[in-house]
């Protein structure tokens, strides 16, 4: 690499020579496709350090010319749905016997209207694990990303690449200095197939526009980035810890990428479970990530917990079952203690007449 930059500085001092020509690519960043600073300067022929010449190397734009996958889970969100759904009706019937045990042991004790209070907290907790947390799984289930994919690159940024190929070695080697996600930055369109537990979703990943002042128009609502979708939303839970990475670089500019979200076409999956799927003719379930906005990342930045998809359904199974033991062992232990009172009201150990 150092070899390649020694060639490159005395390509460009010799073409400050009367009747030399510099390298063709220098100040056409833009019209093929690279991101190239005005007035490259090189070590030796001004003041500027290397530094410059690194920042103002050629970057070559991401192109696929067929569809490759970058991300996969290996979660089965339907069998982990269908766990935790069963641990909601357990803890369900549990804490059902846990109000009915204390109501039976201290109903003559207290009033009418405790007694009236407690039946309503059963069924408010019923409602709660029965209709509330299996809306919420769904909910948790269509954000959790399945497998990425990056869809074939449009034909003019191909005919451009193929047009690169004619590129001396200096500048090849250049290209190849640039990280994935300075060339991500200068890909026009990045198109993706996202598939989540519940639907499929097709969009395009592009710069945000712009609008100029001078033109007088109203500034647009700002949308929301692709980093914030990843982060901060956590609309799209690609968990890298868990699943398989097949690119690990470009899965990690994706999630820290500034571009928004354009061209969504979203649909539910046909190859899911009962408990997933939903009736003919519904939208995908989940936001559209294109309808997203900026002021809503900010609204919800303090909401959103910073927890997966996965583990979030696992902890509504978890805290259901946990619930229904505590108020079972509740409601077992006022029957103890109202078997325990002896002749004068007092409840003692002994009254038990236990076996040891």
């Not at 002896?342 to 009254?351: F, I, P």
């Amino acid at each position: 690499t150092i070899m390649a930059m020694r060639c490159l500085a005395r390509r460009l001092s010799l073409s400050d020579l009367p009747g030399r020509r510099g390298p063709s690519w220098i100040g056409s960043g833009h019209r093929c496709g690279f991101n190239t600073a005005e007035g490259l300067q090189v070590p030796g022929t001004s003041s500027s350090s290397s530094l410059e010449t690194h920042r103002a190397r050629p970057v070559k734009p991401l192109t696929f010319k067929k569809e490759v996958l970058i991300f996969e889970s290996p979660v089965d969100v339907q069998e982990l749905m269908t766990s935790a759904r069963h641990k909601c009706f357990v803890g369900t019937g549990l804490a059902m016997g846990g109000f009915y045990a204390f109501s039976i042991s201290a109903g003559a004790a207290i009033p009418l209207e405790l007694v009236a209070f407690l039946g309503s907290s059963a069924l408010v907790n019923s409602y709660v694990l029965l209709v509330m947390a299996q809306r919420l799984m769904k909910s948790l289930a269509s954000r959790h990303v399945d497998r990425v994919v990056v869809m074939p690159t449009p034909l003019d940024s191909i005919k451009e690449e193929q047009e690169h190929a004619d590129m001396d070695m200096a500048s090849k080697l250049l290209l190849n200095l640039a990280s994935m996600e300075e060339r991500l930055a200068m890909t026009p369109e990045l198109r993706l197939q996202v598939r989540t537990a519940s639907s499929e979703r097709w969009f395009s990943l592009v710069n945000p526009l712009k609008v100029d002042e001078e033109f007088g128009l109203e500034e647009a609502p700002e949308k929301a980035s692709f980093a914030d979708m990843c982060g901060k939303l956590r609309l799209l839970d690609i968990d890298v810890e868990e699943g398989e990475l097949h690119d690990l670089a470009l899965v990690t500019a994706l999630k820290s990428s500034q571009k928004i979200v354009v061209d969504e076409r979203a649909e539910p999956r046909s190859d899911v479970g009962p408990l997933l799927a939903v009736p003919l003719g519904s939208p995908a379930p989940g936001v559209m990530l294109s309808e997203v906005l900026k002021e809503d990342v900010e609204k919800a930045a303090n909401v959103t917990r910073d927890e997966a998809a996965v583990e979030a359904i696992e902890a509504i199974g978890r805290r259901g079952l946990t619930g229904g033991v505590c108020v079972l062992g509740a409601g077992l232990l006022f029957v103890v203690g109202e078997n325990a009172r002896g002749a004068d009201g007092v409840a003692r150990w002994n009254n038990l007449k236990l076996p040891f």
